[in-house]
């Protein structure tokens, strides 16, 4: 039989955890509904939390876009998508991509189009290339523009 937890031990355990790692609001709630704490209990649990900075979506946002986008080389829009599906405020997710330098973003878009361009058969032609490395550019959730740019730089043909 699954054991519930009471009001406060809910709130020692997830102080434990936002000192560990970024937590958003969302996802707190999240974790407080699955262990059974009431919504009454759980908003006031939210509020402790925040008030005490163990959450704060800003710095969640900001943590969250820095790590998918050096680490998981992801693009704005993934990031975007995936800080929206945490249900992140719009105003912290356009200040947390703004965050994002311009040069060092097109660099590692580059980068990774150009790993994937390695990957594909010497079989396929340049049209087919070229309509595979868009698509995976785009499933990353870089830009369209930011794609056609690289797929017309010589550079990345050069390689």
């Known amino acids: 039989m699954k054991r519930t937890l009471t ?8 102080e434990e955890l936002c000192s560990r790692s970024e937590q958003c609001s969302y996802d707190v709630k999240q974790k407080l509904f699955k262990w059974g704490i009431p919504a009454d209990a759980a908003a006031k649990i939210i509020d402790s939390l ?11 946002a900001l ?7 050096i680490f998981a080389r992801w693009g704005r829009k993934k990031i975007a998508n995936g800080l929206y599906a945490k249900r992140i405020d719009r105003s912290l997710i356009d200040s947390a991509l703004a965050s994002i330098d311009n040069r060092e973003y097109a660099q590692i878009a580059f980068k990774v189009i150009i790993a994937k361009l390695r990957s594909l058969s010497d079989q396929l032609q340049s049209f087919e290339k070229r309509q595979r490395l868009m698509r ?6 870089y830009e369209t523009s930011l794609i056609i740019k690289i797929l017309e730089s010589r550079k990345l043909w050069e390689q």
């Open 63 to 69: 943590a969250y876009t820095r790590d998918k986008y």
């Open 136 to 141: 995976f550019g785009i499933s990353r959730g």
């Open 7 to 14: 009001p406060h031990q809910a709130l020692v355990k997830l």
């Open 50 to 60: 925040v008030a005490t900075r163990y959450i704060d979506d800003r710095r969640f």
